[in-house]
C-alpha cells in the first residue's frame, strides 16, 4: 500500500502562512542592532564586587544567546518567505511531499513534513555516541545531561 499524498497548499493557506511568516518576522525582539552597551561588553563603570560582575557576565551573555537564536530564526523566516515567493513553500525537503497545512501554521519554518520529522528525531535519539546541540554545537553527554 503506497503512502498517502498530502494535498497541496492552497492559494488562500499561502498567503495565511505567508502572513503568519511577515508578522512573526515583525515581533522579533532583536530584529534592530545590538549594541555592545547593551550586552554589557563596553562597561566603564567600576563594578562594585565579584558578584555584581558575575550577574552583568551572566546577563550579557543570556541576552547574547537569546539574541543569536533569534537571528537565527530570522534566517528560516527569511528562507520560508524566499520559498514562497519561488512557489517551493510547504515541500518536505526529504520526499518531496507536501508538508501538512496545520503543521505549517503550528511552525511555518518546518521544512520537513511530520514523517521525516520524527524519523529524523528517532535516528538522533538513537545515536549512543552523544547528540550534537543545533544552537551551541556542543556535544551532550546523555549519561551525565552535560554539554562539552
Known amino acids: 500500500m503506497a503512502p498517502v499524498q498530502n494535498k497541496p497548499l492552497t492559494k488562500k493557506q499561502i498567503d495565511q502562512l505567508k502572513n503568519k511568516l511577515e508578522e512573526e518576522k515583525a515581533s522579533l525582539l532583536f530584529s534592530g ?42 534566517k528560516k523566516i ?31 519554518t518546518a521544512d520537513l513534513c511530520i514523517l521525516c520529522k520524527e524519523e529524523s528525531e528517532r535516528e538522533e535519539s538513537s545515536n549512543i555516541f552523544g547528540r550534537m546541540s543545533k544552537s551551541l554545537g556542543k556535544t551532550l553527554d546523555l549519561s551525565t545531561g552535560v554539554s562539552r
Open 78 to 108: 527569511e528562507k520560508a518567505l524566499k520559498k514562497i515567493e519561488a512557489g517551493e513553500y510547504g515541500e518536505c525537503t526529504e520526499c518531496s511531499d507536501t508538508i501538512r497545512f496545520e503543521r505549517l501554521m503550528a511552525r511555518p
Open 33 to 74: 542592532k545590538v549594541s555592545s552597551e547593551d550586552l554589557g561588553l563596553n562597561s566603564t563603570d567600576d563594578v562594585n564586587d565579584e558578584a555584581d560582575a558575575a550577574i552583568a557576565d551572566y546577563e550579557g551573555s543570556h541576552l547574547l544567546r537569546f539574541r543569536n537564536r533569534e537571528v537565527m530564526y530570522a
